[in-house]
């Protein structure tokens, strides 16, 4: 182990299932674990190798949970919060803020600036379909030759069409006076269709919908 101490630590919990060493016993250096399970049957070993880092190590992470739900009509911003480290902060070390997409249903890189991702309204889109996209990106955080990297989950919700007759749901036309409706107002907030597709059907009485043309139907 390098250390009287930590093996002393180490040797007490070697029966244990997990074992656990104080980063003040541990010394810097490269240390192989082996880890042996046995049961009545058979015996399994697996070993692990840990080096300890005469610095200090980065920690990424992301402000929210690993998965977060978004609208594509507001702009999204990923934010890595304050960095934390293992051991002792060299002021004079640089620390660098790398993000990349891992998937998604179209590449949206947004505009990274250290800490922070941004997306501009209208980049994170639904799916062609309509339905929930979901895009992963990936967060690295280095210090000179060491580096941790986490994920997260963007999920961008479909929102529902906007249907909009202009002048509202009544309306007075005089006998003399052209009609004309206009629906050009309605919106396809996550624009997964276009050109949207319009159609109009019209009746004499709130319970009989004919298609518009059929006048004989109406008599």
């Not at 003040?24 to 692990?48: D, H, K, M, R, W």
């Not at 249903?105 to 250290?114: E, I, K």
């Not at 030759?145 to 036309?173: A, H, K, M, N, W």
């Not at 004309?180 to 009485?205: F, H, M, Q």
Request: glycine content about 6%; proline content about 4%.
């Amino acid at each position: 182990m390098g250390d009287d101490q930590a093996l002393k630590v180490f040797c007490e919990q070697q029966n244990s299932a997990k074992v656990v060493i104080s980063a003040t016993l541990l010394s810097p250096g490269s240390y192989t674990f082996v880890l042996q399970v046995n049961n009545s049957i058979e015996t399994s070993a697996v070993s692990v190798v840990v080096l300890k880092s005469h610095t200090y190590i980065p920690v990424a992470s992301i402000d929210g949970t690993q998965s977060q739900k978004t609208i594509s009509t507001i702009p999204y911003v990923l934010t890595s919060s304050a960095v934390s480290f293992c051991g002792d902060v060299n002021s004079s070390s640089t620390v660098e803020f790398k993000w990349s997409q891992v998937s998604g249903p179209s590449v949206v890189s947004g505009t990274a600036t250290g800490r922070y991702l941004r997306f501009n309204a209208g980049e994170l889109r639904p799916k062609s379909d309509g339905s929930t996209a979901k895009y992963t990106y990936m967060l690295t955080v280095s210090v000179a030759e060491f580096s941790s990297s986490t994920y997260v989950d963007i999920i961008v919700e479909p929102q529902s069409l906007i249907t909009t007759i202009v002048g509202g749901s009544e309306r007075i036309v005089s006998r003399l006076s052209n009609l004309t409706l206009d629906g050009s107002k309605s919106l396809d907030r996550d624009n997964v269709s276009i050109p949207e597709a319009y159609s109009w059907t019209c009746s004499l009485s709130s319970d009989k919908f004919v298609p518009c043309g059929l006048e004989s139907n109406w008599n």
